[in-house]
């Protein structure tokens, strides 16, 4: 009786030692499930944490410098903006309650008012919302375009270019051209490559808070501007193919006849004492090939309230909208549900 006693504790004590060790194993899995899946959510929450707190930094230390800024209330701006009771005081409220209830333009973003402030609108817009590069920039390098200007079309009058409030002429503008266009082909191409919103959003921030570097993109569209304009002139010339009515628009004033006198008394002022006129505007929208919608809060209650540059576009093109209250400074609306 004793020996089948002592088999009997042996098989037991076997039995739960096996028993046992799968517990063991199992809670060992357990707990290694447990700590990697705190870790996991650990990681997250310092993640969030950490891209929180660069967002915060970027609106703290850039919001001063930063030339477009962050979304108000439309109306509250309205409010602050427009008091009293003038004629267009109250014409250009009417109109901003047109835009908050007819349109859904709930909020809006200031721009930064100088000769820029079209340009930084439109340019602002493009990077904050991803659109790619124009199809004819997809095709050709746009930093070649300096050099073919000036050494293939023979366009030496280029010196002559002036950067803004540089007033910058001289035989060094060729390499600062060339500097622009860098500028705007490694910006556009960071900004279209982002596909995080609120981090391309970022990049934005801490681009258009950078005078230097946002005045070089602004350069390089006017460039390009002048380059159309050549092109385009030299078609008109020769009588080849079929251009735009635009360049008809804007070659036929007297004071932009010719490639020289467009960039001599219109885009040399651009950034400096003068901006964009409506022409120009065409221009823009069609070489960026995107929808510009502008609502003119001055031309309220008329055919021209809300125009588009430029009046013939394509359906695949984008649109961005912009504002103005006096087709001097634009500002960005925003619709936001």
């Given amino acids: 009786g004793r020996h089948e006693v002592q088999s009997w504790t042996a098989a037991t004590r076997r039995s739960l030692c096996l028993v046992w060790q799968k517990v063991k194993v199992q809670l060992g899995m357990s707990f290694l499930v447990t700590v990697f899946w705190y870790c996991r959510r650990l990681y997250n929450c310092l993640a969030r944490l950490l891209k929180w707190w660069t967002s915060y930094l970027q609106r703290r230390f850039l919001s001063n410098n930063v030339s477009v800024s962050p979304e108000v209330d439309l109306l509250g701006y309205c409010g602050r903006e427009w008091k009293g009771d003038t004629k267009q005081a109250k014409h250009i409220r009417e109109a901003y309650e047109d835009l908050f209830w007819t349109y859904h333009i709930k909020y809006l973003r200031q721009v930064r008012r100088d000769n820029y402030s079209v340009l930084r609108a439109v340019l602002f817009q493009i990077f904050s919302q991803g659109i790619p590069f124009p199809s004819w920039m997809k095709e050709r390098d746009i930093l070649k375009l300096p050099e073919k200007l000036l050494y293939s079309q023979g366009c030496n009058w280029i010196q002559q270019y002036s950067f803004g409030p540089e007033r ?55 460039f390009v501007m002048l380059y159309e304009v050549v092109e385009a002139y030299e078609q008109m010339k020769n009588r080849q193919g079929h251009l735009p009515n635009l360049f008809s628009l804007l070659l036929a004033r007297d004071s932009s006849s010719d490639p020289l006198s467009f960039m001599m008394n219109h885009l040399n002022a651009v950034g400096d004492s003068g901006r964009l006129e409506q022409v120009e505007m065409l221009l823009l929208g069609y070489l960026l090939e995107v929808k510009i919608k502008i609502y003119r809060l001055h031309k309220f209650n008329t055919e021209e309230f809300q125009v588009n540059y430029p009046d013939e576009y394509k359906r695949e093109w984008q649109e961005i909208s912009l504002l103005t209250e006096d087709d001097r400074y634009y500002h960005i609306p925003v619709t936001r549900t």
């Fill in 168 to 222: 910058y002429t001289g035989p060094n503008a060729f390499g600062k051209l060339r500097k622009c266009m860098e500028a705007l082909k490694i910006s556009w191409s960071e900004a279209s490559s982002i596909k995080d919103h609120e981090e391309r959003g970022n990049m934005c921030n801490i681009l258009f808070s950078d005078e230097i570097k946002e005045h070089k993109l602004y350069e390089a569209i006017k």
